[in-house]
């Protein structure tokens, strides 16, 4: 289908989106464990809501950057379910979780390269790009280039293939993006200002995924987009409102548009039994104290206690295990 564009003078407020940006799918027939709703009845009306954006707007694509899958083993109906509500054009890339152990390598074997090769034999305009660049008929002003999850190093060693000329450029890319500042406890990923730095001179438009919360960064001429999730996937979410971005290539700016959402469909409960849980074990933890030989260390107080008390096993491997992980925070 061509793509076609709404009659008459246009104002800024009018204008026809040249694209829709999204990122962090997670499809899955799985619901998450807060989640106390039809979670796949949910995932189905945010695709037709995506559709129906993508109609509004001259039949723009959606460029997606990522974890369009939750898990690469999907059953055979999601993959089904997947391919007839998917909207259409689609340019996206393999996030970590489309992926086998994490690894472009093992793409062969996932449920995404299942979905695009039913795709493409069913002659439609789906594009995973895995390093390349494409440029999709139906005149829309821009190219689109995908880095999949874990090849931003090999992509800069490498050096980025020659661009188009003409129109926009787009980059896909999956990895962990933070707005501002990288958090003090994360060594992981990379800051807005990074990316823009590395790839902004060739970029008109970055579009990120894997941070779930939807930002915007602008770089003199450049724009870092995070779309953030289109679910609510977690408790800690039941706040947030998930969106995509209508993007417009001739000013390179985007507009934010929230996906539908309902009221109260998390559930609390479990994180509330896991901080009661912990607390327990601080407090027991604390009452080892009494007993504590100040000459001794950490580890053999804890061993002599074991040895002198009766402590169930589960008690003692979660004991252990917190205090591995503290000495390994301690070491680095």
């Known amino acids: 289908m061509e793509r076609t564009k709404r009659p008459g003078k246009t104002t ?3 204008k026809t989106a040249d694209a829709i940006l999204v990122s962090d799918l ?6 998450p464990v807060s989640r106390t709703d039809n979670y796949w009845e949910a995932q189905k009306e945010k695709l037709r809501f995506l559709a129906g954006l993508s109609k509004k707007n001259g039949g723009c694509p959606i460029l997606c950057a990522g974890d369009i899958f939750d898990y690469w083993k999907a059953s055979p109906w999601l993959c089904a379910e997947i391919f007839c509500r998917l909207p259409h054009p689609f340019v996206g890339i393999p996030g970590q979780h489309d992926l086998p152990a994490h690894s472009l390598d093992n793409y062969h074997r ?4 299942l979905l695009e090769v039913a795709e493409t034999a069913a002659g439609r305009r789906f594009h995973i790009l895995k390093g390349g660049t494409v440029v999709l008929t139906g005149g ?3 190219s689109v280039t995908g880095i999949p999850y874990g090849k931003v190093e090999e992509c800069l ?4 293939p020659r661009l188009p000329t003409e129109g926009r450029r787009i980059l896909l890319l999956h990895e962990l993006t933070w707005p501002g500042r990288r958090p003090a406890w994360s060594e992981s990923g990379y800051t807005d200002r990074e990316l823009l730095e590395m790839f902004g001179e060739r970029f008109d438009l970055i579009v990120t995924g894997d941070n779930h919360a ?16 289109m679910m609510r996937i977690t408790a800690d979410q039941a706040d947030y409102t998930p969106r995509c971005y209508l993007y417009y290539a001739e000013d390179n700016a985007v507009k934010p548009v929230p996906f ?13 039994r896991k901080n009661e849980r912990e607390e327990r074990i601080a407090a027991y933890i604390e009452r080892m104290n009494e007993n504590w030989e100040i000459g001794l260390s950490f580890r053999k107080n804890l061993e002599a206690f074991f040895a002198e008390n009766k402590t169930p096993r589960k008690i003692r491997e979660l004991i252990w295990e917190h205090f591995e992980e503290e000495k390994g925070r301690e070491a680095r």
């Open 12 to 14: 800024a407020a009018a």
């Open 26 to 31: 997670h499809l899955t027939e799985s619901a």
């Open 110 to 113: 996932s449920a995404l390269s």
């Open 140 to 142: 829309f002003p821009f």
């Open 157 to 160: 060693s490498k050096g980025i």
């Open 214 to 229: 939807g930002f915007l960064t602008r770089r003199k001429g450049s724009l870092l987009v995070n779309p953030g999730s």
């Open 260 to 272: 539908p959402i309902k009221e109260n469909v998390h559930n609390r409960e479990h994180l509330d």
